[in-house]
Structure formats: C-alpha cells, structure tokens
C-alpha cells in the first residue's frame, strides 16, 4: 500500500506520478489533475453554451478569451469540489476498494491541510469569476450551494448522480450568461439536457463501485438500476441529445449543428451499445470517452457560428 498511498486503482503512472515533486503530488491528486477527465466533463457545457450565445448572436466565433477562462475555472473548481468531496467522504473512502488509497483516507494529507488547499482553490476560481459580467458573477455564485450538497446525497437518495449533473452541467447556463448578460430559453433546455447526460454517464462510472457502495450502505443510480441500466441509459441519453437538439433550435442553429449533435448522439449509441456493467475497465473507458462526444458536439456548434 506504501507505493500506492493517496493513488486510486485508475490512477497510476500518469505524469503525477513521474514529473511532480513528491511533496505536491497528494495535493495533485486532491485535484484530480492526475485524472483530468472530470474537469473536461465540467468544462464541456460551458462551451456548449459559450458556442450557442456565439450562433444566437451571430457572432463567428466564442468569446475566445471566455474559453480560456471557463478552461482555467473547470479545472481549479472541479479540483476544489473533488477536495470538498474527499473532506466530506474521507471515512465512506476508507472502506471503499478503488477510494482508500486517496489522500486524506490514506493519510497522506491531514483534514487541516485539505480544507486549506479546498480554500486556496476557491480563491482561484473567484477570481477567475469575477472577469465576467455581474450577471454572470452571480449565476456563477448560485452554483455553490448544490456543489456544497453533492458529497452527501448519496447517503439519502439512489439518484446522487441528479445533483452532480445539476452542479456540472451549470456551466451550460454560464457560457450564455457571460456572452450575452441573461439567460434564455436555449441555454436552460441545454442546461436540462446536459443534466441528463451526466446522469447517464455517471451511472456507468459508478457500476465500477457497487460492490463497496452496498458494504459502505451508499446509493447509486447504478444500485437502483442493475440490470437495467441499458433501457435507463437509452432514456436519459435521449433527453439528452432532443434537450441538446431544442436549445440549438432556440439558439438559431444550423446544418452544422445538426451535425455535431448527431455525432454525439452517436457516440452515445455506441457507449449504450458496448458497455458491459460487470466490466470496470469497459465502465472506465466507456465515460472517459464522453470528453470526446462533448467535443464533438462542440466542434458542430462552433462550426455552425463560423460558416
């Protein structure tokens, strides 16, 4: 275990590991900056948005400079949550294979030391906030209290996964507040559809933890779905991509769009096609691989603003 302390069972050898100084690594791995994957799922709304205010207003492109800060605040904000997540868990993380490793469980960082680095990364993320409109700046704002309750849900409720996508698909109503000042109807049906694709995609990150979730008495949308999860998968991917498909309809998009959109729809088919529940790698691979349907739909969107 000494060679593994503060990793998890799908974080090992990444540049971490090889390129940071050892005494930063624990705090790396807080952050998750070892498994990217989560800020680009935060980050992939905001551009969502972001693209479709640039269509809305007919505008060729983004706000570049708006990318490049939702890509700063994505990954300093999901690391302050996934601290946050680990202050609140660090005891479920404990009894929980694929968990215990992870740096305040293991030990390799004190609760102290945590919530100091969860601060540290707050501060960032508030500066960051406060380049856009006031507007803005309080949507932004609005988000915390949900962020504040996700860690908990999971010993209430067998749907945890609804309030992590109402937290990471909020940035799917910032893109448009930044651009534009307001919110409309296009950016409240992609910020209803995207919370459906987090659903759906962190219930296949989650059958890789069942097992541990029923010793440990959490709850998934895993547990509630078994064997079902192909069908609930079929569902909430739907709603996802018909919301997606109405907000760019609002929003004025084109053949470009429609495009980008059935690509990530596709996407979506094969992950529902392939995934095999009882397989942790096939679960893994499965979500990672929902960075790249994000990225698709986005290259759609900025397609249809360009031409």
């Avoid at 404990?94 to 540290?120: C, N």
Wanted: aromatic fraction near 14%; hydrophobic fraction near 55%.
């Amino acid at each position: 275990m000494s060679t593994l302390q503060g990793r998890v069972a799908d974080s090992i050898g990444n540049w971490v590991d090889h390129g940071a100084p050892e005494w930063l690594r624990p705090y790396l791995r807080l952050s998750r900056f070892d498994r990217p994957i989560g800020a680009w799922l935060l980050l992939i709304p905001c551009w969502w948005s972001a693209g479709l205010a640039a269509v809305h207003a007919g505008w060729p492109l983004p706000n570049v400079w708006h990318l490049v800060l939702f890509f700063v605040g994505a990954f300093v904000m999901r690391g302050a949550g996934c601290t946050w997540n680990d202050i609140a868990d660090h005891d479920i993380d404990k009894r929980v294979e694929r968990t215990r490793s992870r740096p305040i469980a293991s030990g390799a960082v004190t609760m102290s030391q945590a919530l100091a680095y969860a601060v540290l990364q707050s501060l960032i993320g508030f500066l960051v906030l406060v380049q856009f409109n006031g507007f803005a700046i309080w949507t932004g704002i609005a988000s915390l209290g949900i962020v504040a309750a996700y860690p908990f849900m999971k010993r209430f409720t067998y749907w945890p996964q609804s309030v992590l996508g109402l937290a990471f698909s909020w940035g799917a109503l910032m893109g448009w507040a930044c651009a534009l000042g307001r919110l409309d109807v296009a950016p409240v049906l992609l910020y209803l559809g995207s919370i459906a694709w987090v659903i759906g995609y962190d219930t296949i990150y989650a059958h890789q933890d069942r097992a541990d979730d029923l010793f440990a008495g959490v709850k998934s949308t895993a547990l509630l779905f078994g064997e079902r999860t192909k069908p609930a998968l079929m569902a909430l991917y739907g709603i996802a991509v018909v919301l997606i498909g109405l907000a760019g309809l609002f929003a004025g998009a084109g053949v470009w769009f429609a495009l980008g959109l059935a690509a990530f729809a596709g996407h979506l088919g094969w992950q529902i096609a392939t995934v095999d529940i009882s397989d942790n790698p096939n679960c893994l691979k499965r979500f990672r691989s929902n960075r790249d349907a994000g990225l698709l739909l986005f290259a759609g969107i900025v397609l249809d603003a360009l031409l």
